[in-house]
Every structure is written in structure tokens, then in C-alpha cells.
């Protein structure tokens, strides 16, 4: 070996501890009221996927379609920094599932095509045992700088969620209280001392027939004290009930532990958790409805100083269905507001088997079926801006200011230069603007503001403001009146120009979707 290669080699090692020691002083988060931070109480916001690895075979999926190392890579490179890892109580409690190999697993499944493909990307896995397979997936995201929250889903593999599957809640057919306790406990010692690990939600969507508030209070409290004493490090994460939408009854009630700065909650919404009201009645009135719901049963706890994760929200990302596309235009304008951390469901773009189906494809996976890219680039080019804190400990400096936030692309209203017409941008090239009392929006520091001229026209930047309120149900029109008295709202033409035209469809009529106008004045500052 020459003298050169050894300089090259302290080089690299000199590189590498340069990358990894800035990471070493982050873990093991914490709270800091509503924010969770690292060790140098800066924000770190979870933008995380869920990654199931609960059903029949309790294996994550994909890994008969890509190594381990390329997936995890594949949800770093798609702006994710973290995983919420689904797993089953009987992956710790029932020994003879837990020393299964994949393999043995797959086979006991009737999944030899699974097998093959497997066995191709993920020779070193196949014959380990479930839950040494786990652990290596575990592992592969945290060597690829991906955090992992562990999620209890279920007892017994298997889909979720119904309300009357057995899982539901304490003291349902398969869900005994203790053997909860020593799941968790056993998971939360398995990871102690894997930095990465970040988080434990100690159980996905209680719900069902059985649901009563003293008796979540009282095993929650059991199951969070039992996690912290197995694996001080981790956060706690708290589910509500009704499926995880209702959170409402800790506004009065606080939860008591004996630890601190560790207590996280989570909740949860789609589009079908409103029926089929997206489609059914004026968008501008639901998302007013919906939000306003939202924020009474579980968005209230951030103003309380409670850390709150949107752990699951998704739609079908081939984009034809109406309802979700609705729901996803007021969610993403709901959790960029609030600076919520949040879980998409979700990244398997197929199962390996779900509910007897063998390789059924995933329509709200962000991979496509062969888990080789983005199913839908746009929809994740929408998140890339909801990744990023918009405020948070440490995250801007000086004067808070507001973007101006387009939900619909989630792009960001910016004037790139004087020459150039106000457009969408990426949010992180915005410049920042201020929503003064009189309602007008200027330009950060100038004098200079946003000016409608005519229905149709782009809107521009002078020194004479126009004055914009936020209407309809939603809030999330900004509309003003032009010179001969016409109301028109902010909206984006073809190429992303900010024009004003006509507000749309402000209530009654469901036929028609406004999302093109709504905007949202989000706070931020220099980042
Ligand atoms: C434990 O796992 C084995 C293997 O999957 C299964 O046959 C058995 O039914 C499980 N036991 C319980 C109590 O679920
Ligand atoms: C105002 O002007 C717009 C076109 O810019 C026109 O469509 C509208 O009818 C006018 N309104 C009134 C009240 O004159
Ligand atoms: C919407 O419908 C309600 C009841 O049908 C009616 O009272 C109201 O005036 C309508 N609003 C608009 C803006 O058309």
C-alpha cells in the first residue's frame, strides 16, 4: 500500500467523522413544548413515510423488489428523514413467529414468486430470523441517516383497522393488556442504544366498542412508563381514539407520567374519514368544517405545548379520486400552518400478500408497484416544502415573516426579480412577506406590495397595495376588489403567473374545486 493511499484513506476517515460527529450531538431527541428537538435544542421536524411491516409474513415490504440499502436510500432521496416502522405485538411475544425465518415465513404463506425475489436483492436477509430481518431494516435506515419511529400497529399480523377486528382496544379479543406491556417493553429494550430509533407509538388507532377515556389514561400511562424504563431514549407517542381522529379529552385531563420532555401525541385523517363529503359538497365548506374539527380534537395540543405528529394522512396518488384529491388540498394548507410533524401513509408501492391478495398494489404508496421510483414525481415535489420546519428552536433568524403558500403545488408566492412577474417558487427560495393590519401583503422590509389590476390579469408588485382578506369557509381564498368595484381572488394561471380572477366556487356548489385559489399565510422567517 503506498504513502498516497493512506493519506487518501485518513482523508476519508478525517471526512467521515466530520459528517458523523455533528449527528452524535442531535440524538436522543427530546420535547421543548410544542417542538421536538435535538440535543442542541434545535428543531427537528419529522417528515416521515410509514413502512409496513405488520401483515401475514410481519416482514417489511419491498425487499423482493430492491435491497434493503436501496429503499432506504430511494426514502432519503425522496426528502424523508425518518420511517414510522409498523410491527406486530406477537413479532416480540410469540416466540415460535419471532424465530421464523423470512423464508420459513414466506413459505408458510404460499409466497415462493416473494421468495425468489428476495432472495435475489436480499441474499444476507432471507434466512435470518423475523425479527433479526427487522432489526436489519432498522439498521439499513439508520446507516442511510433515516430515523425510525417503531409502531405498534396491531397484535396478531394482519391489516388494519376495523372496529371490530379484535385489536381495537384494551381488553378486545386479541388485545390483552400485559402482553401489550411486554411487547413494548421487549421492542423498546431490543433498540436501546440505536441512536436512530427515535420513537415508540405505543399502539396505532385505538377504536371500537370497548373505547373509554379512564381506560386509556390508565394503560396508556402503564405502556408509556414501561417503554422509558426498557429505553429512556425514545420518544412516547400517544394515539387517540376513533381511530386515532380524537384527542379532545386530554384538554382537560393532562396525562401524568414521571418523566419529562419526552411525551409526543399523534393523529390521524383522510379523506375517508369524512365519508364522501369531499366530493358531495362545496370544498371551501368542508375544509373550513374539517379543519375546524381537526384543531379541537387533536390540533389544539400544540397551542397547550404538546408535540403533535399527523402520523397518518395519504390518498390514492394516482390522482383520480376526487375525494382525496380535496382533502389533500386543505390537509397539506392544515399541516403547513400549524408546522405539524407528519407520517404519509405510505411507502409500499405493493404487498407482498394483504387480506389473501398476493402482490396487491398500494394506490396510496409514494413507490410505484415495482418499488423502482416515485409513483406520482408532482405529488412529492408538492411534500418537498412540508419536509422542511418552516419555524421552530433554531430553524430562522431575525424577524418572523409569512410565505405565501400554494397548497394546490405547494409552491410559494416569490418575485424572483423586479423583471420578472410575481410566481409560484420553491417555497425554500421565497422571499418573505408581511400581512400588515391594514391587510395589505408588502414585500419583507419595502414598501413595496401585491397589486390586483384586472380580473384575469397577472397581479403585480407597486407601492400601491391592495388591500386582501381571507374568505370563504376555508380561509383560504385571498380575495380584494378591483378598480370598478368586481371582488377577485389571487389564483395561478398555466405557468404558475400570479393572476386575479374571479373567486370560484366560494360555497354551495360541490361541482367545482377552488384549490387553485387557496393560499395560506404561513409563519416563517429567514431559514
Ligand atoms: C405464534 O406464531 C406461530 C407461527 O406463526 C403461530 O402458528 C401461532 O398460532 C402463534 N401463536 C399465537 C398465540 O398467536
Ligand atoms: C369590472 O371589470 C371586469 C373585467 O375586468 C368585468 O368582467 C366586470 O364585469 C366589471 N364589473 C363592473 C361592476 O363593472
Ligand atoms: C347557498 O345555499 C343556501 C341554502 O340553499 C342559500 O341560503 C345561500 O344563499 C346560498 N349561498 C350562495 C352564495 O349561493
Known amino acids: 500500500m503506498s504513502g498516497w493511499w493512506w493519506r487518501c484513506m485518513f482523508l476519508l476517515i478525517g471526512a467521515t467523522i466530520l459528517v458523523v460527529e455533528p449527528v452524535s450531538g442531535v440524538f436522543p431527541l ?23 411491516s405488520h401483515l401475514d409474513a410481519v416482514v417489511a415490504e419491498g425487499l423482493s423488489k430492491k435491497p434493503v440499502d436501496a429503499i432506504s436510500n430511494i426514502i432519503k432521496s425522496m426528502g424523508f428523514n425518518c420511517v414510522r416502522l409498523t410491527w406486530p405485538i406477537h413479532l416480540l411475544t410469540n416466540q415460535s413467529l419471532s424465530s421464523l425465518t423470512v423464508r420459513q415465513s414466506f413459505q408458510n404463506h404460499g409466497l415462493l414468486d416473494t421468495i425468489a425475489g428476495f432472495q435475489s436483492n436480499n441474499p444476507s436477509i432471507i434466512d435470518l430470523s423475523l425479527i433479526q430481518a427487522f432489526q436489519a431494516v432498522v439498521k439499513s435506515l439508520g446507516d442511510n441517516n433515516v430515523m425510525v419511529i417503531l409502531d405498534n ?10 372496529n371490530t377486528d379484535g385489536n381495537g382496544f384494551f381488553g378486545d379479543q386479541y388485545f390483552d393488556p400485559s402482553l401489550w406491556i411486554t411487547g413494548l417493553t421487549k421492542m423498546a429494550t431490543l433498540f436501546n442504544g440505536v441512536p436512530t430509533v427515535v420513537a415508540m407509538s405505543l399502539r396505532n388507532e385505538l377504536r371500537g366498542p370497548k373505547q373509554d377515556v379512564n381506560n386509556w389514561y390508565r394503560y396508556m400511562v402503564q405502556g408509556a412508563e414501561a417503554v422509558h424504563a426498557a429505553n429512556p431514549n425514545v420518544l412516547v407517542i400517544l394515539s387517540g381514539l376513533n381511530f386515532d381522529t380524537d384527542l379532545s379529552f386530554i384538554r382537560n385531563r393532562a396525562v401524568s407520567l414521571t418523566f419529562n420532555e419526552k411525551l409526543v401525541y399523534e393523529a390521524h385523517h383522510y379523506g375517508f374519514t369524512d365519508g364522501r363529503d369531499w366530493v358531495s359538497k362545496n370544498p371551501n365548506e368542508v375544509c373550513g368544517k374539517v379543519t375546524r374539527y381537526m384543531k379541537k380534537l387533536s390540533g389544539y395540543l400544540v397551542d397547550q405545548g404538546w408535540p403533535l405528529i399527523m402520523s397518518e394522512f395519504g390518498g390514492d396518488l394516482r390522482g383520480t379520486n376526487v375525494n382525496d384529491n380535496r382533502f389533500l388540498n386543505c390537509f397539506i394548507a392544515y399541516a403547513a400552518d400549524q408546522d405539524l410533524d407528519w407520517a404519509l401513509w405510505t411507502l409500499a408501492g405493493s404487498y407482498y400478500i394483504n387480506q389473501g391478495v398476493f402482490g396487491v398494489e398500494e394506490v396510496y404508496g409514494i413507490l410505484n408497484s415495482d418499488w423502482t421510483k416515485p409513483r406520482n414525481p408532482t405529488f412529492l415535489q408538492r411534500l418537498a416544502s412540508l419536509q422542511l420546519p418552516f419555524r421552530g428552536p433554531g430553524i430562522t433568524q431575525g424577524k418572523p415573516y409569512k410565505l405565501i403558500y400554494h397548497p394546490l403545488t405547494g409552491l410559494c408566492v416569490a418575485r424572483k ?50 388591500t386582501w382578506d381571507m374568505i370563504s369557509d376555508s380561509t383560504l381564498h385571498l380575495s380584494t376588489n378591483i378598480n370598478n368595484g368586481t371582488n377577485v381572488c389571487l389564483d395561478v394561471d398555466h405557468n404558475n403567473v400570479i393572476v386575479t380572477n374571479a373567486c370560484k366556487c366560494l360555497s354551495n356548489d360541490s361541482t367545482c374545486d377552488p384549490a387553485s385559489q387557496w393560499f395560506k399565510l404561513i409563519d416563517s422567517g429567514k431559514r
Open 30 to 52: 427530546k420535547t421543548s413544548s410544542r417542538w421536538i428537538v435535538n440535543q442542541n435544542g434545535v428543531r427537528v421536524k419529522l417528515a416521515c413515510v410509514n413502512w409496513v
Open 153 to 162: 400497529h396491531v397484535t396478531q399480523p394482519g391489516w388494519c383497522c376495523t
Open 417 to 466: 426579480s423586479k423583471l420578472q412577474p410575481l410566481k409560484l417558487n420553491a417555497c425554500s427560495y421565497s422571499n418573505g412577506w408581511n400581512y400588515k393590519p391594514q391587510k395589505t401583503l408588502s414585500i419583507y422590509r419595502s414598501h413595496y406590495c401585491i397589486q390586483a389590476m384586472n380580473q384575469g390579469k397577472p397581479a403585480i408588485i407597486s407601492k400601491s397595495c391592495s
